[in-house]
């Protein structure tokens, strides 16, 4: 890989207004560039700065005054990069920071790309590809659960799991390149009762680690959709739990035609809300579009909130609709029994069977204090992803070919054709060292650097 060796500038900061904008240099000519923008106050102009202390001074361009401002040299290798950083801390406001970036650039530094800045610190060393990701991940993570998530990625939590993996992984090659070197002294039928409960394992517990929907969940909040027939009560359950006016609540059945979103944080987890059209047969051309958008809804949620009226016996949609749920096998449903304030007509064994064996809460979507239970049921489904070592998708994708190749390479070893199988667990570990980058090409990162922003 090669290692760049020209000097780049970006804005760090982001655009608009803000109490100060920073301007990032990184390389071999840092210092320089830095020294014919920035002139220290005092008597300290023409000295060189010291490393990792503020100075205050002044930046021009060429003679003229650009700022008042503070300058900050970070002398390789104890910088974000591993080489010579120097920064320079401005007013906030765009054209400032501007002026100041230009300045650089007349002083011999280059325009970095988007991402130009973490991507040096990985091919220094300092970072592995899964960390760099997760500085981008923690930038745009939304939400403490997404957050926390990035933090433990850039704390190396997905690479000390891969390494792990990977380890085990060369523990199971070494012993395979034994058994083709020396065949006398370990047979195929050997090598093999050794070998293939340690592959197997191995596939497992990657394609365990591999869960695509609780990944999603972390990084982008769990996907709840409101469904029920007309009046049950879902608009006004979409107000309570978001405590917002958001959708119209009236008596008339069919109120709600279009989707509405709304998004309420819990214990830190990001639960998207989607309420929709009463579901029911209908004539009016509008109504059925928005029964229309309402399956859409349900098909993708990850969980399905099943609003019904405790206060009636269950209608004929209910029971269409309960069948549905259990037909289509429709991943995860929450049966809410609304209008708890009301005498309660559903009940008896037609009820019962009508909600057996699913999880229910009763409620009342006029009382905000008996939510409780409800809220408690969608954190604990918004943080099963709490604890997972992988949660970005490239990263899911190379374990998930890792635990292919290993399942490959299981099939060969038990039909005893050892060769085959050293070519799988090979590609097994290429795809494993994807994640954190010890086997990279430069087009993949071109590919997951061309995500970030400009200045990191
Ligand atoms: N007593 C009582 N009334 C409720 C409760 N929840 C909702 N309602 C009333 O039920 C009626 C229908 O409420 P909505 O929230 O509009 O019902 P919906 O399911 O969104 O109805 P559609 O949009 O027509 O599908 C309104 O008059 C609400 O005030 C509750 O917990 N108790
Ligand atoms: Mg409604």
Sequence with gaps: MLIPNDTIAAIATAPGEGGISIVRVSGPEAEA???????????????????HLLTYGHARDGEELLDECMAVLFRAPRSYTREDVAELQLHGGWLTAERALRA???????????????????????????????????????????????LRQLEGGTAAFVRAAADRLYGIQAALAACIDYPEEVSEEEAAADLLPRIRALGAELRSACDEQAARVAREGLRVALCGRPNVGKSSLLNALTRQELAIVTPIPGTTRDLVAGELTLDGALIRLTDTAGLRETDDPVERLGVARAEQALRDADTVLWVLDASQPAAEEDIALGRRLRAEGVRDVIAVLNKSDLPAALAGPGAEALLAGMETVSVCAKAPDSLAPLREALVRRARAGDRLALTQPRHLDAARRAAAHLDRAAEAMAAETVDLASVDL???????????????????????????????
């Design 426 to 456: 090979l590609a097994a570990q290429q795809a494993l060292g994807e994640i954190t980058g010890d086997q990279v090409e430069e087009k993949l990162l071109d590919r997951v650097f061309a995500d970030f922003c400009v200045g990191k």
């Design 33 to 51: 560039v830095l020294s014919a923008v920035f002139r220290p106050a005092g008597g300290a102009a023409g000295k060189p700065l010291p490393s």
């Design 104 to 150: 650089c650039l007349r002083a011999g530094a280059r325009l970095a790309e988007p991402g130009e800045f973490t991507r040096r610190a990985f091919l220094n060393g300092r970072l592995d590809l899964s960390q760099a990701e997760a500085v981008m991940a923690l930038i745009r993570s939304r939400g403490e659960q997404a957050r926390q998530a990035a």
